[in-house]
């Protein structure tokens, strides 16, 4: 079979769609706050909105992005976390597992 120039065309547009769609997928979710993993760790998005009363050992500037269970490159906006697998934290979120990167 001989393969028109439309159908390559439209051949060639469905593989874009789905290298999109892939790399799409690919992206993964950010941990919500009311995981219920992430709640019983007390997770925040933004460490200054951690619950101070509750999570005394908090102390300002601990954050994702210096604990030693974060996985997202230096200066990354977000990363994943050893105890959140296949989903990302920010790296100004915290929770009660935090520990100091060595
Ligand atoms: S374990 Fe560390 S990197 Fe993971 S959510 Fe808690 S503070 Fe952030």
Redesign the pocket.
């Known amino acids: 079979m001989k393969t028109t120039r439309r159908q390559f065309m439209i051949m060639s547009a469905a593989g874009a769609a789905t290298l999109a769609l892939n790399s799409k997928v690919q992206a993964q979710a950010m941990?919500a706050e009311t995981d219920p993993q992430?709640a019983a760790?007390g997770?925040k998005a933004d460490a200054s909105k951690v619950d101070k009363a509750k999570y005394a050992k908090y102390a300002a500037p601990?954050?994702?992005?210096s604990?030693?269970?974060?996985?997202g490159a230096a200066g990354s906006a977000a990363?994943g976390?050893?105890?959140?697998a296949g989903k990302q934290?920010?790296a100004k979120?915290?929770?009660?597992?935090?520990?100091k990167k060595a």
């Open positions: 941990v992430a760790l997770y601990q954050a994702c992005s604990c030693a269970l974060y996985q990363g976390c050893a105890l959140f934290v920010s979120g915290w929770c009660s597992a935090y520990a």
